[in-house]
């Protein structure tokens, strides 16, 4: 074993709140559209768009990593500043032509899941509900013991259910800006929506 390094991206964006929104996605098998390449994609476009919005009342801490390695070493680097996330977004599987979804945080109370909820009503649009569990992806990294981190995801044609995923079928007939364009207004929405609560 000899040592390495693991990149990641990362991008502060600061509010009046020192209270944080933890917003990461994946970039570890780009040669997969919908599983990976569709949530670098909405996530850098979130990114822009959150920037934008004048007087933000919370703080959003964005990271592009490595997926389930990627957010362990994150955690670990940045234990300190964990401390100020309030709860987050796990960007992934977000272009595909299914139906949309979201799996809930591990605490089903938190007020995300609600708003999650309301976001999808607000829009007309059906979605599925999946209960928070330990498989998956880098939800389970933040909600570990440690940083206890409650992330919920929001998903177009979810991973694991679809027939395309960990194939090579999951390519670009798959996956079109449209359907990721369809995700990006539901996460706008949402950070709209976060955005008008008190912090």
Sequence with gaps: MKPGKLNYGELLIPGKSK????????????????????????TA??????ISLPNLKWSYRIVFIPETI???SYLHINEKKMRDIDFGLNITTVGGKGPFSYKKSFDESHFINRNIEETFKELNLKFKTYPFDIH??????????????????????????????HTSLDNLKLVNGKQIFQS???????????ESREV
């Design 136 to 165: 998956g992806s880098d939800e389970r990294q933040y909600s570990t013991q440690g940083p206890s981190i409650n992330v919920a995801t929001i998903a177009k044609d979810k991973y694991y259910e679809y027939k395309e995923y």
């Design 45 to 50: 476009f979130l990114a822009r768009h959150i």
């Design 70 to 72: 990627g957010a362990i």
């Design 19 to 42: 209270k944080e929104i933890l917003i990461s996605t994946y970039f570890c098998h780009p040669s997969m559209a919908n599983d990976s390449l569709s949530g670098t994609i909405l």
């Design 184 to 194: 990006l207004n539901v996460y706008s929405n949402l950070i709209h929506k976060l």
